[in-house]
């Protein structure tokens, strides 16, 4: 559930608009941000003229003219374009005043993820980097007990298949790349390691048959190694910390409806924005060192 249950009025509420048209945009983005209490949708901006009428007209909201147009109508920006486009356009909305919700990764790049980084100090607005599960309370909280204890190494292994039938994904240009894996389904593994096993210091990587391996290497001697795969027949999910006495600890993350999620990330982000004191489980800054390990075990290939 958002924060709490009390309906704010609509004054209290943050107008948000979406960026992006496709299948995360209209079923996650857009209505977590109905779902949400803080927030309220008004609008949506895609380069697809024809999807983005029919996407606002679905949510009864305003197809904006341009991504300009969208800035001069809202007070957040949510972010479901690829990641090779979220940086430039992150940054512009940052340095507009805007608030932001990014999608992972962040950036494909270092560089472009720090200068989004920028863009949000100097624009003093608040982010947030949207990685599912640690949104999720009950998934967070075992995150956060597993902090607690001593880990020497992790084993993790998340296959699925974009192309499947019915996969909503199957139009996906940017995961249709080779190394789409790396880039969609590892973010995600990062973003519960690095709080389990400590910093990420070094990372290598290799090709697989169906997607890519890593190993990354974490302060204080733990090490993990990865496989993800967006082309594997059959569907994986699995998440084990080893310890130093042989102890193991499988975190089960069954799947989930992204838009709870969604809307409680969102009213995290509106209620910092207002001055309240609410943790974000994932901050842009772990966004920033998430694209940082990502570029760096791609540069390894």
Same mark, same amino acid.
């Given at each position: 559930m958002?924060?709490? /249950?009390t ?8 107008? @948000?608009g979406?960026?992006?048209t496709?299948? #995360? $945009?209209?079923? =996650? ?5 109905v779902?949400a209490e ?6 949506? #901006? ?9 996407? $606002? ?14 800035? +001069?109508?809202? +007070? ?13 356009l ?5 340095r507009?005043?805007?608030?932001v919700l990014?999608d992972?990764p962040v ?9 989004? %980084? ?6 003093v607005v ?9 949104? @999720?309370p009950e ?11 001593s #880990?020497?190494?992790a084993?993790?292994?998340w296959?699925? +298949? /974009?192309?499947?039938? &019915?996969?909503?994904?199957?139009d ?5 790349e080779p190394?789409?894996? %790396? #880039?969609d ?15 990420v ?15 990354t290497?974490?302060?204080? &001697?733990?090490h993990?190694?990865?496989s993800v /795969?967006?082309?594997?027949?059959t ?10 006495? &042989?102890?193991e600890l499988? !975190? +089960? ?23 309240l004191d ?5 901050p !842009?800054?772990l &966004? =920033?060192?998430?694209?940082r ?5 791609q540069a390894?290939?």
């Amino acid at each position: 559930m958002p924060l709490d /249950s009390t309906p704010l009025p609509p004054s209290s509420r943050l107008r @948000v608009g979406v960026v992006g048209t496709a299948h #995360w $945009a209209r079923e =996650v983005h857009a209505a977590g941000a109905v779902a949400a209490e803080r927030a309220e949708l008004v609008a949506v #901006w895609g380069r697809n003229r024809e999807r983005a009428t029919a996407f $606002a007209q679905r949510y009864d909201v305003t197809a904006a003219e341009s991504f300009e147009d969208l800035l +001069d109508r809202v +007070d957040v920006v949510t972010f479901a374009v690829p990641p090779q486009v979220q940086p430039a356009l992150a940054a512009t909305a940052a340095r507009a005043g805007k608030h932001v919700l990014l999608d992972k990764p962040v950036a494909t790049t270092l560089r472009e993820a720090e200068d989004v %980084l920028a863009a949000v100090q100097a624009g003093v607005v608040q982010a947030t980097t949207f990685f599912t599960r640690r949104f @999720v309370p009950e998934f967070e909280q075992r995150i956060r007990d597993a902090a607690t204890q001593s #880990w020497s190494a992790a084993r993790v292994t998340w296959f699925a +298949d /974009s192309y499947a039938p &019915g996969s909503p994904y199957r139009d996906s240009v940017w995961r249709a790349e080779p190394l789409a894996a %790396l #880039w969609d389904l590892a973010p995600h593994v990062l973003s519960q390691l690095i709080p389990a096993l400590g910093a990420v210091e070094r990372v290598s990587a290799a090709r697989t048959t169906h997607g890519v391996d890593l190993r990354t290497h974490h302060a204080g &001697g733990a090490h993990a190694d990865i496989s993800v /795969s967006l082309r594997s027949p059959t569907y994986v999910d699995e998440f084990r910390l080893l310890g130093p006495d &042989g102890t193991e600890l499988v !975190l +089960d993350f069954p799947a989930v409806d992204a838009v709870e999620p969604f809307a409680r990330a969102l009213d995290g982000l509106v209620a910092r924005s207002q001055g309240l004191d609410v943790n974000c489980p994932a901050p !842009l800054e772990l &966004g =920033v060192e998430v694209t940082r390990i990502l570029a760096e075990a791609q540069a390894s290939l």
